[in-house]
């Protein structure tokens, strides 16, 4: 369609009058951007943003209330009790509003807790408290107690032991099965986050996506100009003078011969192009605990949660990135950043052989001049909520890993990348029109590995302090899942689970029947402790027997570690990739640092 | 902002759902979006594979059994799943409330469940192969085919009342009766 000559006319006039001000703009935002300061516009944006949020929560209160009181709703108990629940959520800034029916949503006494605690501190944005506590209590429908264990050297022994009375009928007992169908731990990290309050985005939850009341819906078509007509312009302007600063600024950097001059302009350059690309979604990152930042060579480790965590902590530290080298915008970016520096870029072919990539990183740690090294070990993106299982590549180094924890507020925007769902351009657009990116970030001090210690050990407890730190659920999942059958070996391991079990069941209960696993167990106490599972309660026969047998001596027994037997079964070999679905390479515990950093941003 | 209608599930909807079951509304529509999310394909209904997904179901030995079970008491269609169907074989693990008669949650329901998942080809008798398959699922390669078949044998042998070698419903019954049903298979779903 062509426009009219009216209104061809009156976009250039609005473009003449708001080029100066869009144009002083950018430029005052580069400018900050190279100085490394900031006029503090963007907290106070996302103060007030926090402010129209509050209001809009009271907004939903009351409609409900009004809405609850007029309607005889059918269920009499559930009002009365949620009138209870109403009254001590009245002061709360972070309440739950579902619909006009919602009643207690969390009633259970522990969600209620956490979310007191988190109320003290309000919905501030700076407020590390309020981020850490919210997931917590999150969308469960059912109380589990029985979560599947898949680690070997759990702490936990078997404190409680299921009584058997039924022969090989082992499967009653198994409501984890069912359990998981209606909740799980893994298939909902890969989801976008849920939230507490509905922060005018459609896009984050179904739940809060009901005509309330006019004033709201006016709020939100308002919001919804005022992210699209004013921030998304300005925030693409501005990404896209960041791309160019980058690609300018590496090619004159990579002319001057490699010393201390090219590594002092190049750390200057890589500042200030992500602090330029960081505006353009207006991420606010808080840093703490800088004392612990990775200055010399060295590996940085963090949690993964999308592409931009790479700009995110760029902003702040220059780090050499890895991952497979890529073609189109991102191989234009990743040669670009070669230039001024030494990345590591890998071939297809390369990916697969992981003793080449362990190479190259070795290579590059060793070497005192090079930066330090940013690798992401879950290797996929999970939705911030949790730490799934750390690839042991990165860790078998021997380098000393500096670990980073990092924890976005998901209520401005959330920044989960769901790869299987957006492309990387509509990612990009999502952010853009999201509110802000805030984001926390943790320095941790540096870990090395002990001495006889297992690279997977080391990853895990790597993993745990992060975990520790950004107020994330600490999992044993592979977060390759998500996209990928389950190994075989897994199972084989819940079974293997199953017969120690049983075995232990069977010695209390004094039967002769199962008794034969004594052989079987013998080879696996030196490996596993003690398990006890609600979905694997024994086969032993207890018809005959008491049910409250219990063998002090092997729940009792100290748990000794080790992945022997683990390491036995065959590995899984293929697994997709985060930028790439088609590309295999190796996968699990015994997978190298092969995962992609993306480049930028 | 009308666009997500469709996602949501009407009110009368949830009323009839409620009534069947037992579930509130506030599970209910908890229970839906957990519906939505497995049901990655967006087609309404539910299949196996969907199911399988769930990594943790996939990494159980009897995971397989587990959604087969599902499928079975769902309904005649056993292919999909629909959201009315899901509910109903969930409330089987409601938990037995003594002072409501309920058809969907008591000891008989879930002894059904359990059985479906012994009873491979839906005959309604559990034999001696069948049993075999499962014991053999859960422990894999872990105990000999020699150990195995002494397990079966005596199980079988003690639940087989009326010496026919297989295992009807109410055998299966009768050799559950020491059993905590109520406890085992029930799941605490939050209000």
Known sequence: MVPSPLAEHAILLASTFLFPPVAMVVVVVVLLATLGKSLGLRERYVATLIWIFEWGARQIKTTAKLKRAESHAPLDIDIESSEEEEEEEMDEDETERSTARSDGYESSSLGRQRRNSANSVSSRASSVCSLRRRHGSGNNIIRRDTQLNLEDDDDDLCREILPVTSRGWAVIGDSNGIEAIIEDEVTSRFEAEQLMTWNMLTRTSTRFFQFVNWKLTALYMAGFIFRYACLLPMRVTLFIIGLVFMLVSTAIVGVFPDGALKKALNHKAMLTCHRILSRSISAVVYFHDEQYKSSSHGIAVANHTSPMDVMVLSTDNVYALIGQSHGGLLGLMQ????????????????????????????????????????????????????????????????????????????????????????????????????????????????????????????????????????????????????????????????QEKFVITSFLTCQQLQTFTLCTFGSIYANRLSRYTSTCERSVPGTGGGAMNGDDAEDEGIASSPPISGYASLEELPEAEVVTDEEDNERPIPRSRSRPASHVVEPGH | MGNSSSLMLRDEEIDNISKETEFNRNQIVRLYSRFLSLDKKGQGFLEREDLMNVPELAVNPLGDRIVDAFFTLAGKDDKHLNFRQFVQVLAYFQPIDKTKKNQLNDRSKKLKFAFMMYDLNRNGYITREEFKVILNSMVGANITADQLDKIADRTIEEADTDQDGKISFEEFCKAMEKTDIEDKMSIRFLN
């Not at chain 1, 540096?446 to 080391?458: G, I, K, Q």
Request: glycine share 4%; with cysteine; charged share 25%.
């Open chain 1, 335 to 494: 040669r670009a950043l070669s230039r001024a520096s030494a990345h590591i870029w890998f071939d297809r072919s390369e990916a697969k052989d992981r003793s080449a990539v362990s190479k190259l990183l070795k290579e590059h740690v060793s070497d005192p001049d090079k930066l330090p090294i940013l690798i992401f070990p879950e290797g996929t993106c999970i939705n911030n909520t949790s730490v799934m299982m750390f690839k042991k590549g990165s860790f078998e180094v021997g380098a000393t890993i500096y670990p980073i924890a990092m924890k976005y507020d998901s209520r401005f925007g959330d920044p989960f990348w769901n790869s299987s769902e957006q492309s990387w351009g509509e990612y990009i657009l999502r952010m853009m029109t999201s509110w802000a990116i805030i984001c926390h970030v943790w320095y941790l001090p540096p870990m090395t590995r002990l001495e006889d210690e297992e690279a997977v050990d080391f990853a895990n407890r790597v993993k745990k302090v992060i975990a520790a730190r950004g107020g994330l659920v600490d999992l044993e999942w592979d977060g390759m899942l998500k996209r990928c059958k389950v190994p075989p070996k897994l199972v084989a391991k819940q």
